[in-house]
C-alpha cells in the first residue's frame, strides 16, 4: 500500500494562473479530506468529499477554490486566479468507510505563488 | 472551526527525560483526539490517538491522557530519544464527526 499520493510536491504559480493539486488516497479508502498549513500554523480543513460527492466544504473559501472526487481518477483540489495568500501546504488525507475519524495524510503540495 | 490550544509550542528536553505536551478543546461534542508528529516536509503521521470512552491509552513509550470534564487531553513520551524530535500536532473531531481541528504544534527538540 503506496499511502496517499500527492502530486505535485512542489508547484510554483504566478499570480493570476491557476494551481491544480492531486490526491489519491490510500487503498480502499473512499474519504478525502483537503486540509491546509500555513508556515509555524496548525492544519485547517477544507473540505471533505466522497467519490462523486462533496460531503462539506465549510472551510473553503467560497471564491476561487473548488474540489472533486470523480469515479474515476485522484481528488483534485482547483485553486484559480492564485494570490500570494494561497502559499501554503496543502495536506490531503484520506480515511477507510466506518473510520472518517483516522486519517492518514500524504506528504503534501507546497504552493508557491510569485 | 471550534478551538484547539495545544502548550507549549516549544519544548527542549534532555534524551531520555520524558515530555508532555497538553491541549484543550472547545467543542464539547469532540470524541476523537488524535495526535500527529510531523517531521521537516514530511507529511503528518498519526501516532496515537484516543477516544472519549477511555481516559488513557498507551503505546510503549507514548501515551494519552484524556479528561473529558475538564476538555483537556495531553501526549506523554518517555525516555525521549534524538529521532523524537519534530513538531507534535493535537486534534480533536470537530462537531461534524469527521473534520479535524488542529492545534498550532509543539515543536520538539531531544538533545543528545
Known amino acids: 500500500n503506496a499511502g496517499v499520493m500527492q502530486n505535485p510536491r512542489h508547484l510554483v504559480r504566478r499570480r493570476g494562473q491557476e494551481a491544480r493539486l492531486r490526491c489519491s488516497p490510500m487503498?480502499?479508502?473512499?474519504?478525502v479530506y483537503w486540509y491546509r498549513q500555513l508556515p509555524e500554523e496548525g492544519l485547517k480543513f477544507m473540505v471533505y468529499?466522497?467519490?462523486?460527492?462533496?460531503?462539506?466544504e465549510s472551510g473553503m473559501p467560497k471564491e476561487r477554490f473548488s474540489a472533486e472526487f470523480p469515479k474515476e481518477g485522484p481528488s483534485i483540489l482547483r485553486i484559480q486566479q492564485v494570490v500570494r495568500g494561497d502559499s501554503a501546504a496543502y495536506f490531503c488525507a484520506s480515511s477507510p468507510p466506518g473510520s472518517e475519524n483516522i486519517q492518514y495524510f500524504g506528504a503534501g503540495t507546497r504552493l508557491s505563488v510569485l | 472551526g471550534e478551538n484547539v490550544e495545544q502548550h507549549p509550542s516549544t519544548l527542549s528536553v534532555q534524551e531520555g527525560d520524558s515530555a508532555v505536551i497538553k491541549c484543550t478543546y472547545s467543542d464539547s461534542a469532540s470524541n476523537y483526539f488524535p495526535w500527529y508528529k510531523q517531521e521537516l516536509g514530511k507529511r503528518p503521521q498519526l501516532i496515537i490517538d484516543?477516544?472519549?470512552?477511555?481516559g488513557e491509552k498507551k503505546d510503549q513509550r507514548i501515551a494519552v491522557t484524556l479528561n473529558k470534564t475538564a476538555k483537556h487531553f495531553s501526549l506523554h513520551i518517555t525516555e525521549t530519544q534524538p529521532e523524537d524530535s519534530a513538531v507534535y500536532f493535537c486534534a480533536a473531531n470537530s462537531n461534524s464527526g469527521y473534520a479535524l481541528n488542529f492545534g498550532k504544534g509543539t515543536s520538539l527538540l531531544v538533545t543528545p
Open positions: 484516543i477516544r472519549s470512552n477511555v
Open positions: 468529499l466522497q467519490k462523486e460527492n462533496i460531503i462539506d
Open positions: 487503498k480502499g479508502h473512499s474519504h
